[in-house]
């Protein structure tokens, strides 16, 4: 649940599909990851009644895949 004019912070991982690997910052457990691109986050956000503030992304390697974490922050409407 998210209040009016609260603040919804997103964490994803830009791409396609989904895929079991492991977590990054703890290799002693698995993660199931669903990646997503930049537009199916905004339509999401947009049908939740949100109002996007700011996106942007970062790379990161894992074991020699480079995969992109997208930030996203999103307000909700009064």
Avoid: C, H
Wanted: without cysteine; positive net charge; hydrophobic residues 35%.
């Amino acid at each position: 649940l998210l209040k009016p004019g609260g603040i919804l912070y997103l964490g994803m991982i830009e791409g396609k599909g989904e895929r079991l690997m492991e977590e990054p910052y703890n290799r002693k457990y698995k993660q199931w990851f669903v990646f997503v691109s930049r537009k199916e986050i905004e339509s999401l956000l947009k049908k939740a009644g949100l109002e996007l503030l700011k996106y942007s992304t970062e790379d990161f390697d894992e074991e020699g895949d480079i995969f992109t974490l997208s930030s996203t922050f999103a307000k909700r409407k009064n």
